[in-house]
């Protein structure tokens, strides 16, 4: 087999100014919205925090009923000139005394405004800076930025937030990965699914990370700062909220957020913070996170209710009933005190229906099937489960409409055949007996609930023990053993994890992936027993499970990253597809895309047998596409006799806390492709490379010209431990280079892709030639990824 696979390098011939602009850029980030959701029916404006977000120009969003559109981009304000800070001081003295003797009127408050208490002294007028040969004065012009919108028009709580915002820039510690930010105006359809969408920025290098944007049924209001307790105390208070609200806000650095509302006697209030749903992990911030916390206060300022959690998420949810109409005020803030931009949150309050619990946890491929529930605020006790064949095996599903509508709550449908485990079976002697294989609905009842399954096999038997419960939002922790007919314990486990090094593979958005797993090859035949506990010693009726027992059913699930690819027409962009391997598959998985446009292909679209991980590329058609498109990747494996055809679940690749890394979901693959294309060339040689163990494979480039050649450097991207380039040489028609395999590092058979990226230097011109010329490494873009093998000399 040859490697016809057609690439396009940047032509070095091109212009030193289309070349060297593109050094040192930046792919566009977006590090939070505010708000970062809104209301169906409503248009409103959001703003877009991030990194390279300038000449931002389009905006999508995934799913139908959202349209958005660029309005402004703003650049990173590091500071205010003396003179601008003059001029603010000037002009928000002026809006303070205008808002001031507006509420005078109507005698809300007295008519001489406190100038110590609303900041201190404001100067009355600026330094007038004069023009050379005139005594008019020239007008000070203020940053662009998104305080300074609009500023005599602001509320008197809004101008006080400005000053505090901007005439302490001094004292804040500068932010790059959030300095940038783009306002967007978001309109939103009346009948638009509620839910989470995912919006990205499109800019001029590219397609921006997804960010999470909700799209909700409760009415929405921004928070009003300043709203700290016991700050400003002579501001008129403002009215309480009506129920039921959704407040979108901020914790800036020493925040605490505080709104009031009005409650009735007997209202069954559950008040939900997002706050880590909106953005998963941050990089660098300990524990990882905007650690939400809730506190709610009577009227007479006595706390009644506290969270800072729900279970094993981070995000709180209070639930309570209100035992006396009046006014109460809701606390919001960081569990330690931190604060910044990207910290967000949507906090609603309100009477709607929560589910706590749900039994069972799923149901059989084809066999709908009504559960029971139980919670907050529901009309129903039941809750019917959609189980029409589906890709997806993990489901979710609310009930109501409208403000009526409940949390979603998750559940598996299976092929296998489920029965429902039966009390009392907490020991050997009431085991309850199934027959293999088998899934088993059931649940920890209470505190230190043992349930207990009795099974017959062979000697040499292989059985596999699976507990799904942490995974459908179960707060289970599970403990699995598994005995013998004499209680000896064969096999057991606690929590089971896939890792990568830091990388958390299989973990979406859990940091503690309670779920347990055991396998295990049997001694004799005879009677054995499963003991499934909690390791807490905790239970109640939301510790639900779905246990599979029975011999290995070999599986495997994918994920791809990133979700977002920025590609120049006719090149290549790298790509990495991670590979969950279940009940130890081992075999190949050859990898495609799924009704793609036409000239789009997979690269090096093998992952080898035993692998986990396969980098690859994408190459995208030589024209550049007007607006980015979705596609969809799959991968597929003979197992058992039959080919399995499994989905790549897009992903990002999430630090959290300056050192673990997450594979978290996204809704969408998208690509966008960009650009000129430049000149053609091709990969010729055998596909996979064969690299001798200890030796060299010569790998050739053909080039349609050979002009420049000679100026491009090849090197490898994170290649394996052992492999290496070398002797990279212009020929006519094209290049040459070698691959070298270390055979101490490299075992033979060794299977993977390597990722080459070509180089050129470009130096940049001094126009007034009082300086050497600036040469600088600037890159070309990747090759078509390349599979390779070692073998033996």
């Known amino acids: 087999m040859t490697m016809a696979q057609r690439v396009v390098l940047v032509a070095v011939t091109l212009c030193v100014a289309e070349v060297s602009g593109q050094v040192g850029q930046r792919e566009p980030r977006i590090g939070y919205l505010v708000p970062g959701g809104g209301q169906q029916g409503t248009v409103s404006r959001i703003l877009v925090g991030g990194q390279s977000l300038r000449g931002a120009k389009d905006v999508y969003v995934s799913g139908q009923g959202v349209h958005a559109s660029v309005v402004h981009y703003y650049r990173p304000l590091r500071n205010l000139e003396p003179e601008q800070r003059e001029e603010l001081a000037r002009r928000m003295r002026a809006a303070i005394a205008k808002r001031w003797a507006e509420l005078a009127e109507q005698g809300r408050v007295d008519p001489t405004p406190p100038w110590r208490e609303l900041g201190g002294r404001l100067p009355g007028r600026a330094k007038a800076a004069k023009k050379d040969d005139s005594s008019e004065e020239e007008v000070v012009k203020l940053p662009d930025h998104p305080l300074l919108d609009n500023l005599e028009d602001k509320s ?52 921006t990370n997804p960010m999470v944007f909700q799209v909700g049924t409760l009415p929405e209001c921004r928070e009003q700062e300043p709203n700290e307790p016991n700050t400003y105390g002579f501001l008129p208070e403002e009215p309480p909220a009506a129920l039921p ?31 880590r749903r909106l953005i998963p992990f941050l990089a660098d911030a300990v524990p990882g996170w905007f650690q939400a916390t ?20 981070p995000d709180p949810i209070l639930f309570y009933e209100i035992p006396k109409a009046g006014e109460y005020e809701l606390e919001i803030r960081d569990s330690i005190y931190r604060g910044r931009e990207d ?97 088993l609905n059931g649940r920890i009842a209470q505190p230190g609930d043992v ?30 053993r598994l005995n013998d007919s004499t209680g000896n314990v064969l096999a057991w486990n606690d929590d089971c994890e896939h890792k990568d090094g830091f990388l958390h593979t299989d973990m979406g958005l859990i940091t503690h992936h309670a779920d347990s797993y055991l396998r295990a090859k049997l001694p004799a035949d005879g009677s054995y027993y499963v003991q499934l506990t909690d390791t807490q010693g905790h239970g109640g009726a939301a510790y639900g499970y779905r246990l599979r027992v029975g011999p290995p059913q070999p599986d495997f699930a994918l994920r791809v990253t990133p979700s977002s690819i ?31 446009p036409r000239g789009f292909t997979l690269d090096g679209a093998r992952v080898p047998a035993g692998k986990d991980r396969i980098r690859l590329t994408l190459t995208a058609p030589q024209t550049r596409l007007s607006a980015p498109v979705s596609l969809k990747l799959v991968g597929r494996a003979r197992i058992g006799g039959k080919v399995l055809t499994r989905p790549a679940m897009p992903a990002e690749n999430m630090m959290q806390a300056f050192l673990y890394r997450h594979l978290t979901p996204s809704q969408e693959l998208m690509v966008a492709v960009l650009g000129r294309n430049g000149q053609p060339v091709e990969l010729d040689g055998d596909d996979p490379v064969r690299i001798p163990a200890g030796g060299t494979a010569q790998v050739r480039i053909k080039a349609a010209r050979s002009s420049g050649l000679q100026k491009i450097e ?74 390779f093998e070692i073998v033996r000399k």
């Open 156 to 207: 008197l709580r809004e101008l006080l937030h400005v000053r505090r915002e901007l005439l302490n820039l001094r004292k804040r510690q500068p932010n790059a990965q959030i300095a940038e930010s783009v306002l967007v105006e978001v309109a939103i359809d009346a009948d638009a699914a509620p839910g989470d969408r995912e919006l990205r920025l499109g800019t001029r290098t590219g397609l």
């Open 343 to 439: 910290f967000v949150y949507r906090l609603s309050v309100a009477e709607r229906p929560f589910i706590t619990s749900m039994f069972p946890l799923g149901s059989n491929t084809g066999t709908s099937r009504y559960a029971a529930i139980d919670g907050w605020n529901l009309a129903t006790k039941r809750l019917l489960l959609d189980a029409e064949p589906d890709d997806d095996g993990v489901r979710q599903k609310a009930f109501g409409r409208g403000k009526r509508t409940s949390n979603p709550v998750t559940y598996a449908v299976d092929e296998l055949q489920a029965r429902t485990e039966t009390e009392d079976n907490n020991t050997a002697a009431d085991a309850q007996r199934i027959t293999l294989p088998q899934i």
């Open 714 to 787: 090849l090197e490898l991207k994170d290649p394996p431990a052992g492999i290496s380039l070398q002797n990279v040489t212009a020929i006519p028609g094209g290049l040459t280079f070698q691959l070298l395999a270390d055979g101490a590092l490299v075992p033979v058979g060794f299977a993977d892709n390597l990722i080459v990226e070509a180089f050129t230097e470009v130096a940049r011109e001094d126009k007034d030639q009082k300086k050497a010329k600036q040469v600088r490494r600037v890159s070309l873009g990747v090759l078509p990824a390349i599979p």
């Open 245 to 275: 609200i959704l407040v979108n806000g901020q914790i800036l650095p020493g925040d605490i957020d505080r709104f009031r509302f009005r409650a009735q006697s007997g209202q069954q209030l559950v008040i939900e913070a997002h706050a």
């Open 294 to 313: 809730l506190a709610l206060y009577d009227a007479e300022g006595n706390q009644v209710a506290f969270a800072d959690d729900y279970r094993f998420d």
């Open 451 to 480: 349930d207990t399954f009795q099974f017959k096999a062979k000697a040499g038997d292989e059985i596999v023990a699976e507990v799904v419960a942490r995974r459908l939002n179960s707060p289970l922790d599970s403990l699995l």
């Open 566 to 596: 920025n590609v120049p027409a006719g090149r290549a962009a790298p790509i990495c597809v991670y590979v969950l391997r279940k009940d130890e598959f081992a075999g190949e998985i050859e990898l495609a895309l799924v009704d793609a």
